[in-house]
C-alpha cells in the first residue's frame, strides 16, 4: 500500500519535473554535458521548486551523482530528531520523481534514490543509464 | 516574451508555473488511479476539503479579517482577501439569491488551468473541483456548513468560470454538558 502510494507520488514529481525542465531550458542554449545538466538541476531546478540551491554535489564522473541538501524544504517543517525518520521517504518520493522527469526531458535516463540520515538533511542519488 | 522583472517577481511567477503543473500532475495521476471522472471529482473535492480545514488558521493569521457578520461579508472576504492572497486573483460576486444565502464568484481566469485542456474522454471531470473543497472545509472551521460547486467552467468551454455558494446552515459549538 505505502509502495503504491511512493509509486504515485513519484508519478506525479516525474511529470512536474519533465515540464518545468520544459519551461525552464526553453531559452537557454543547450547543454554542453551530462554535469552541466546535473549544475542546471541543483540550481535553476532546485531554487525554483524548493527556494534555494542544492548545497552539494559529487560525482564518480561516471554517470553516479550525489545531490546533497543540508535543509531540505520539505522536510524543514519536521523535527530535527529521530521521531520522523521514517515518513521521510514519503516527502522524497516526489522529488526523486520531479529529478527523474527534468532528466528524461533533456534526454537522458535515470534512476533517482534518496536518503535521510539526520533530518532535514537530503541526499539524492543520480545515476545516468548508458545508452 | 516577458518584459523585464525582478528576481524576486520571476521567482514568483516561476512558483506560479509549478503550481499550475503540480496540480496538473496531480489531477492527471488521480485519472489514472480512479476509473471514472466522478470518484476523481470526489476525491478532488476531499483533499480539498483536508486542505481548506487547515488552510482557514493560516488565512486567519496571515490576514487578520475579524469575524464576518454575515454571508454577504462572507462573500467580500473570500473573494477579495482569499483569492487574492492564494490564487493571486480577484473574482467577482454577482447573482445573490433573493434570501441572500446564495451567490455565484465569477473568475475571469483560473491559475490553475493556465496551458490545460480536457481530453474528450474526460467531459465529466470537474478539473478545479480542489478549490470547491477548500472553500467547504476553510468554511466548516469558522462554522457554516455551505455547498460549493462549479456551474461554468472555461476549461469547459463556457466563457468564464463559475463557482456557486450555497449557506446551508450554522454549526453550533457543541459544548460540554454542564456549561452554559
Not at chain 1, 504515485?8 to 512536474?16: D, S
Not at chain 1, 520523481?97 to 534518496?114: E, I, M, P, R, W
Not at chain 2, 518584459?3 to 488521480?30: D, K, N, R, W
Amino acid at each position: 500500500e505505502q509502495e503504491k502510494g511512493l509509486g504515485a507520488l513519484e508519478g506525479v514529481g516525474f511529470r512536474v519535473g519533465q515540464g518545468l525542465s520544459e519551461r525552464l531550458t526553453k531559452e537557454t542554449p543547450s547543454f554542453k554535458d551530462e554535469l552541466d545538466v546535473l549544475k542546471f538541476l541543483c540550481k535553476d531546478l532546485w531554487v525554483t521548486v524548493f527556494k534555494k540551491q542544492v548545497d552539494n554535489l559529487r560525482t564518480n564522473h561516471q554517470g553516479t551523482y550525489m545531490l546533497q541538501d543540508d535543509h531540505f524544504l520539505l522536510l524543514s517543517q519536521l523535527s530535527n530528531g529521530k521521531q520522523y525518520l521514517e515518513e521521510a521517504p514519503k516527502f522524497l518520493a516526489f522529488t526523486c520523481g520531479l529529478v527523474k522527469g527534468a532528466l528524461s526531458n533533456l534526454g537522458f535516463d535515470s534512476t533517482v534514490t534518496a536518503e535521510v540520515l539526520v533530518m532535514p538533511c537530503s541526499k539524492f542519488q543520480v545515476v545516468i543509464q548508458k545508452s | 516574451y516577458l518584459p523585464f522583472i525582478s528576481p524576486s517577481a520571476s521567482m514568483h511567477l516561476m512558483s506560479s508555473e509549478l503550481f499550475t503543473l503540480t496540480y496538473g500532475a496531480l489531477v492527471t495521476q488521480l485519472c489514472k488511479d480512479y476509473e471514472n471522472d466522478e470518484d476523481v471529482n470526489k476525491q478532488l473535492d476531499k483533499m480539498g476539503y483536508n486542505i481548506g480545514v487547515r488552510l482557514i488558521e493560516d488565512f486567519l493569521a496571515r490576514s487578520n479579517v475579524g469575524r464576518c457578520h454575515d454571508f454577504r461579508e462572507t462573500a467580500d472576504v473570500i473573494a477579495k482577501v482569499a483569492f487574492k492572497m492564494y490564487l493571486g486573483i480577484t473574482p467577482s460576486i454577482t447573482n445573490w439569491s433573493p434570501a441572500g444565502d446564495e451567490f455565484s464568484l465569477i473568475l475571469e481566469n483560473n491559475p490553475l488551468v493556465d496551458f490545460v485542456e480536457l481530453p474528450d474522454n474526460h467531459s465529466s471531470l470537474i478539473y478545479s473541483n480542489l478549490l470547491c473543497g477548500v472553500l467547504r472545509g476553510a468554511l466548516e472551521m469558522v462554522q457554516m456548513a455551505v455547498d460549493v460547486k462549479f456551474v461554468q467552467d472555461t476549461l469547459k468551454g463556457d466563457g468564464v468560470t463559475e463557482i456557486r455558494m450555497k449557506f446551508v446552515r450554522r454549526i453550533e459549538d457543541n459544548l460540554p454538558a454542564g456549561e452554559e
